[in-house]
């Protein structure tokens, strides 16, 4: 039997799409069938690794997680990565083949539909059902002529497609039926139904809106979900999902990171938001770093130049510089590591303008931005203490100069670099702070007390009670029923 599809797009970015595939990839992955996840385009700085030395978007990593299956760069074959407001690097089939700018990109977007469904052929291939997610709004007709991520896929893939709309965020029947107003007729012939997400409270006071949005559109209704509380517990996709702190609380230590505007790989440091000694904290450009910061981190960084001076610009620099003479301590990660250093040098202009410019100075090391990417999965140890770690890199560029490195990787090779006193150290190892043992070496060196976390079974069981939740909610079988065998090129 051939693959069956679905799709889901949203009235706008951020409504939960993202869970809600997780969710469904998890719920009929326990009823036996073979799940894929698949998402055209996505955009994103927060990428995860695949074990074929690709990249993808996070939230595709953490739906093949939620299928039982491992990531594959086919899952998500178009990846925009920004790097400036108008610029983004274009990842193709886990690949980077350059960049473009807005206007650029929409002239390359109908060349990159065959690598599309040459990826999505290859996951049907291979499934009982493919779940498709869309990116941004299905309404942005300005859009439409170039589309491969929403109608435009859809249409030439012949995938039906289910709409979900945000009542969280407020005005959800304009945004449901505007959609329907605004969209071409054949395109809205594509669309099987609709869904309610994050609703609180009492769900019998909209059963009136969610026969008017049926009524107006003529969608069928597939359930209003109420708000998943333990959402906080899986990655968010993106800096959108990103809240400034968690509960916080007396007898925690706070750890602070600089969310750059535009900060990579977050989710680094998603385990810390769970540890119960700890207050999590995520700066923006303005805030000043609390003088009661035990540990500051630079996280990862799409443009590490422009947010070394994004970073001295809201201060940061003269803050840490506090910060380290009260004996507190810094961690830099990929980007965020090579900022602690002494140079950075972009002689091919790979992230923006080619130059060069002074680092921090708080590692004796230097960064050049050159070479192919490193894009690998890897293993190793801490040099001091021999804690071991797993995680991946994920960069551009080489950092040499260390004479005190911080790990020794499973090839033999060293990563990142020390002070002599180990109060300041960074490195280009992703996934860090998810390995326990990590994670707990790192809380212990600034006096906290680590808690009992396995932050991997954590994140399957939070995957367990999401789809337990979209279960009681939706309605599974009717989704299932409207997923339909898609046109494949092979058979057209």
Request: proline share 5%; net charge negative.
């Amino acid at each position: 039997m051939r693959a069956r599809a679905i799709m889901i797009q949203g009235t706008g970015s951020d409504v939960g799409k993202s869970l809600l595939v997780a969710a469904l990839a998890r719920a009929f992955t326990r009823r036996g069938l073979r799940v894929r996840p698949f998402k055209p385009q996505n955009m994103s700085n927060n990428a995860a690794v695949t074990p074929d030395g690709g990249e993808i978007g996070r939230a595709q990593a953490l739906q093949a997680r939620a299928a039982r299956v491992a990531p594959s760069v086919h899952m998500n074959p178009v990846l925009l990565k920004p790097q400036s407001d108008i610029g983004s690097q274009v990842v193709v089939q886990g690949r980077v083949i350059g960049n473009a700018k807005a206007r650029e990109y929409q002239a390359m977007k109908p060349k990159l539909l065959g690598a599309v469904l040459e990826s999505f052929e290859r996951l049907a291939s291979e499934a009982d059902l493919v779940l498709v997610e869309g990116a941004g709004s299905a309404s942005e007709v300005n859009l439409r002529s170039a589309d491969i991520a929403n109608m435009g896929f859809a249409r030439a893939a012949g995938v039906p497609v289910v709409v979900v709309g945000d009542i969280d965020r407020g005005g959800v029947i304009a945004s449901l039926v505007g959609t329907q107003a605004v969209i071409d007729p054949a395109d809205n012939a594509m669309i099987v139904g609709f869904i309610v997400n994050r609703f609180r409270g009492d769900p019998s006071l909209f059963d009136d809106g969610m026969k008017m949005v049926a009524q107006r559109t003529g969608w069928q209704s597939l359930g209003l979900v109420p708000f998943f509380d333990d959402a906080h517990r899986l990655p968010a996709e993106d800096a959108l999902g990103l809240s400034r702190t968690n509960a916080g609380g007396n007898g925690r230590l706070r750890i602070v990171v600089l969310a750059f505007p535009r900060v990579a790989n977050f989710d680094d440091f998603d385990p810390l938001r769970l540890e119960k000694n700890v207050d999590l904290v995520f700066l923006r450009p303005g805030e000043p770093i609390p003088g009661d910061a035990a540990l500051v981190i630079l996280p990862g960084s799409k443009a590490t130049i422009a947010d070394l001076a994004a970073l001295r610009s809201a201060g940061w620099d003269v803050d840490l510089k506090s910060h380290i003479r009260r004996g507190g301590h810094v961690l830099g990660i990929c980007g965020g590591y090579q900022m602690l250093g002494r140079r950075i040098s972009d002689p091919d202009g790979i992230e923006g303008p080619a130059g060069s410019v002074e680092g921090l100075g708080l590692l004796e090391v230097d960064t050049v931005l050159a070479g192919d990417k490193v894009l690998v999965e890897t293993t190793g140890e801490t040099i001091q203490d021999s804690v071991p770690f797993k995680g991946y890199e994920m960069h551009i560029g080489r950092t040499t100069g260390s004479l005190r490195p911080l790990l020794r990787l499973a090839n033999g090779e060293h990563d990142g670099a020390a002070n002599d006193s180990g109060t300041i150290a960074g490195c280009y190892i992703h996934g860090l702070l998810a390995d326990d043992r990590q994670r707990q070496h790192w809380l212990r060196r600034i006096g906290i007390d680590g808690s009992a976390l396995d932050y991997e079974a954590d994140v399957d069981a939070t995957l367990d009670r999401l789809a337990d939740h979209i279960e009681k909610y939706l309605d599974c079988d009717r989704l299932l029923e409207l997923a339909r065998e898609p046109k494949f090129r092979t058979s057209d």
